[in-house]
Every structure is written in structure tokens, then in C-alpha cells.
């Protein structure tokens, strides 16, 4: 069983920077991506930014050129670094694993952020 473990949220004003932490354990058997995610109340959940086992990255584009991802092999570790935060980036950031054979996503348990103005 995969278990993901997050930290790094917290408030932060406008412009101001956060870093995301997401710890895996367990077996993860065949691993295709590391990622997060996020969803606002009310909102679908969406890609903020992943890497894949190549460490091919891919960004939405709300982010782009402000969020960093990168991961740490020997720590089972995927980061999220976030820049020049706004308020509209206020929401809980949820770790996702994807691995597997068949893809089965795994997902932590979420972190708030929140920007205030």
C-alpha cells in the first residue's frame, strides 16, 4: 500500500513563496508520475504540475514560470515550489502517485494554501 505523506502549506502573502513536501512510502511497483494537484470548493480537481519517472515535467499553465517541481529518488520525495504566490492559488494542494501496470493514482491527504492580499 502507498502512502503519501504532505507538508510545506500554510498562509502567505501575495508574492510571496511556499514549499510543498510529499513523502512516499511503501511499494510503488512500476512508477509514472509524481504530481500535484489541486481543488478549489465547489471546483473539479486539476493538474497544478507533475514529473514523470523520465523526469519529463509538465505545468498548468496558470503556474507557469512561477511553480517548480522536482523530486528526490532517494527519498521517495516529490516538491512543489511555488513563487510569486496569488491569491487566486488559494486552495488545498492534494500529492499524487501514479503507478502501476493498470495506472492507479494514489493521493495524499491535502495541504492548505492560502494567499492573502
Known amino acids: 500500500q502507498v502512502q503519501l505523506v504532505e507538508s510545506g502549506g500554510g498562509l502567505v502573502q501575495a508574492g510571496g513563496s511556499l514549499r510543498l513536501s510529499c513523502a512516499a512510502s511503501?511499494?510503488?511497483?512500476?512508477?509514472?508520475?509524481m504530481g500535484w494537484y489541486r481543488q478549489a470548493p465547489g471546483k473539479q480537481r486539476e493538474l497544478v504540475a507533475r514529473?514523470?519517472?523520465?523526469?519529463?515535467?509538465q505545468y498548468a499553465d496558470s503556474v507557469k514560470g512561477r511553480f517548480t517541481i522536482s523530486r528526490d529518488n532517494t527519498k521517495n520525495t516529490v516538491y512543489l515550489q511555488m513563487n510569486s504566490l496569488k491569491p487566486e492559488d488559494t486552495t488545498v494542494y492534494y500529492c499524487?502517485?501514479?503507478?502501476?501496470?493498470?495506472?492507479?493514482?494514489?493521493w495524499g491527504q491535502g495541504t492548505q494554501v492560502t494567499v492573502s492580499s
Open positions: 499524487n502517485i501514479r503507478a502501476g501496470l493498470v495506472a492507479t493514482d494514489y
Open positions: 511503501g511499494s510503488i511497483f512500476r512508477l509514472i508520475s
Open positions: 514529473i514523470t519517472s523520465s523526469g519529463n515535467t
